[in-house]
């Protein structure tokens, strides 16, 4: 599903940020992807949902070389992947429905076709009250989940998430846990990019270890 | 947030590949109503200083337009009237000349007019209505006996078989010493072209207006897109194709355009009733038939209403297009 050979990248004329970085994650894997602030794990996600290109090396998703990729072919491959955003990347103009629901808007279905199921994935994920409000009123946390609930709702095959605990109290970020294990029990392949320790201790699934550029697995 | 996930996460009955969007014979119909019923929040902002300066712009570009256009066809509408009554009527002026009586003079030019064929009618114009043509530059006290003023004879000639102007003006001053046919040809002339010139003016005018809406557009376009930067960004990662986000982008120009159009198309077709009305006001009974020219020309019915609208149909398609053409142009730059 994701094979990594030799990947350097780097931004501009900086520093390579990711030196010979060679993985692959089988699909309905589940993996954890950690390092200290700074090691590159949110720049390895990007490349994962092709909002950047290799400087070198080679990047395979779902079988298909993303160097040949012409930019007609990314909106189908980017509706296989689910992304929550370090950042949210919220739209504030929008409600908070209408956030959750533009991947399926973006697909051009007819809104009734989905909007039973996004109400449902709200209420699930707490913001059933919170519909109609604009994420700029949302707290942290509740936009978090908004964020979450945006990246799942058009079921990816594989999902990455930056931080999506980083805002939540334990009890959530457990739930939260629960969410995507759900989903990866539903055959979607999980990246979830993070420093919380607590969180990684509650489930089994390996470790992806960036540091100083080069990323080490452990299980 | 007590509640406990009791069910799967994905609401279950949605097939994994969701199937592609087929537009059943219906169906296009079905969504085009979900879509104006249910009203959700257009993807690009709507409320902003771009979006408010451009319906400003176009509100004044559709008004100007309409004027130029207005004015173009009013002014042939005249030049028409004008020359083409003109064209059917001559004037034939009779110098006094030492020594001749200028009744005598009259009568025989009358007499020869009345077996000439092509000629309708001739009628020598009374003195009475000769004071009055002269009145604004001769004053009321006018003594005919005393001021050597031409006799002005008018001559109506059948369109369709006019008679040989130049051969009938060579026949007249044989007979009539001070004749002068005057056939009104080098006014018709000068009328006409002063009219071509006004209208191929206001034409100019028009194109350099379309030719400044368009770069107002694109620039309110791009303006547009930089500061929506995120907006497309997450569109793009959520996989929306440059075909949905420039449609949505183009909806939204088409809305401004839409607008601005038919707050200037209002104000013409309101500026183009006052002026007729102004015109009625202030139109000297004296010249009442060229006035009328006028007032016809310059009153606008319902084509003139037609034209209003399919210069704000315009406009609004412009503007769209326009925006669209942009914003294709930035998806590809950020690809
Ligand atoms: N757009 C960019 N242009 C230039 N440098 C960048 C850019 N984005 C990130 N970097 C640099 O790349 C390095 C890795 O950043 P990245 O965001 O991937 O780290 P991270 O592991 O996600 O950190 P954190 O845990 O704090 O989120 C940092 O040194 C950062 O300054
Ligand atoms: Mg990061």
């Not at chain 1, 759900?182 to 960036?210: C, F, Q, W, Y």
Request: hydrophobic share 45%; proline share 6%.
């Amino acid at each position: 599903m994701i094979r990594f050979e030799n990947v350097g990248l780097r931004y501009g004329m900086g520093p390579e940020i990711l030196r010979n970085i060679s993985f692959h994650v089988a699909p309905g894997s589940f993996h954890f992807l950690t390092g200290p602030s700074g090691a590159g794990k949110t720049t390895l996600l990007r490349l994962l949902f092709m909002a950047l290109k290799p400087t070198r090396g080679l990047v395979n998703l779902f079988g298909q070389d993303v160097a040949s990729l012409s930019s007609t072919d990314l909106p189908e491959l980017r509706r296989k992947v689910g992304v929550v955003f370090q950042d949210f990347r919220l739209l504030n103009h929008l409600t908070t429905f209408e956030n959750v629901a533009l991947p399926l808007r973006a697909t051009e279905q007819p809104e009734q076709d989905y909007r039973a199921n996004v109400v449902e994935l709200l209420k699930w994920v707490g913001l059933g009250d919170r519909m109609r409000a604009s994420p700029e009123v949302l707290s942290g946390g509740e936009k978090q989940r908004a964020a979450i609930a945006r990246a799942v709702v058009g079921q990816p095959q594989l999902l990455l998430a930056d931080e999506p605990t980083g805002n939540v109290d334990p009890s959530m970020a457990k739930r939260l846990l629960g969410l995507f294990e759900e989903l990866n029990k539903l055959g979607t392949t999980v990246i979830i990019a993070t420093h919380d320790v607590e969180l990684m201790r509650l489930s089994d699934a390996p470790h992806m270890i960036l540091e100083d550029g080069h990323l080490g697995i452990e299980s | 947030m007590s509640r406990k996930p009791q069910k799967p996460v994905i609401p279950p009955g949605k097939p994994k590949s969701r199937p592609k969007a087929t537009p059943a014979p219906a169906g296009w119909l079905q969504r085009y109503f979900d879509r104006i019923t249910h009203k959700s929040t257009p993807i690009v902002p709507v409320e902003n200083v771009i979006g408010r300066a451009l319906v400003l712009v176009t509100a004044i570009m559709c008004f100007l337009a309409c004027l130029a256009l207005g004015t173009a066809w009013a002014v042939h509408r005249a030049s028409v009237a004008w020359t083409s009554e003109a064209a059917s009527e001559l004037t034939l002026q009779i110098k006094p000349v030492e020594g001749l009586n200028m009744t005598d003079e009259v009568t025989k030019a009358m007499r020869h007019l009345g077996n000439v064929n092509g000629v309708v009618r001739a009628e020598p114009i009374s003195n009475e209505e000769t004071r009055k043509l002269l009145e604004p530059w001769l004053g009321a006290e006018l003594n005919f006996e005393e001021l050597p003023v031409p006799q002005l004879i008018t001559v109506e000639i059948d369109r369709r078989n006019p008679p040989n102007l130049q051969v009938l003006a060579s026949d007249l001053i044989a007979i009539v010493p001070g004749a002068r046919l005057d056939d009104h040809r080098v006014w018709q002339n000068q009328v006409r072209s002063a009219a071509n010139w006004i209208k191929w003016t206001s034409f100019l005018v028009l194109i350099l207006m379309l030719g400044a809406t368009i770069a107002i557009i694109v620039f309110a376009t791009q303006g547009a897109m930089s500061s929506n930067r995120d907006v497309v960004n997450v569109l793009h990662l959520v996989g929306a194709r440059d075909k949905f986000i420039v449609r949505e982008f183009e909806r939204h120009f088409l809305v401004l355009g839409l607008k601005g159009g038919l707050a200037g198309g209002l104000l013409a077709a309101t500026a183009f009733i006052v002026a007729r009305y102004a015109l009625e006001q202030i139109a000297p009974r004296s010249l009442d038939g060229e006035f009328n020219n006028l007032i016809h020309a310059v009153s606008i019915g319902w084509s003139g209403f037609a034209a209003i609208a399919g210069i704000v149909a315009f406009l609004a398609i412009l503007t769209s297009r326009t925006s669209r053409y942009t914003v294709y142009r930035y998806l590809k730059s950020v690809e």
